[in-house]
């Protein structure tokens, strides 16, 4: 009896040494900054996340983070923010990633200003000869 609750204990033990991986969270949305830029219709994310790396520095310089769509957004979209990483450095670490993504609103982008052309375009000529040369030319 003994010598089964000895194995046992071996077993399992040799389970969560071998086997077992940590969760370690990569973004979640108090961590992670998503600022919008632009304007209505075309406007771009960024994202930041400040994590706890904990022990694992070197497999955090794998995590990239990104946003989809991530281009002509407009206001009350929705992005989906997503971790990605190196799953083999996930293995070496023995690190079982969780919360890789979530979701949220874009809003904050300016409406776009129209601009007549005209408002805009002033013609200056600096040499007056030059032009009236020109207008020659393209008469003949």
Known sequence: MLVVLILGVLTTGSYFFFFA???V???NEKDCTVTFSGT??????NVACMMDQGNYNDFFTT??????????LKNGQTVYVEARYDEESARHYRIHPVNTSFKTEVEGLEEPVEKSVQEDTTLQFSNLESVKQMIDFLKE
């Open 25 to 27: 969270s990569l973004m």
């Open 40 to 45: 209505n219709g075309k406007g771009k994310a």
């Open 21 to 23: 991986k940590t969760d």
């Open 63 to 72: 995590v990239k983070y990104t946003v989809k769509p991530n281009e002509n």
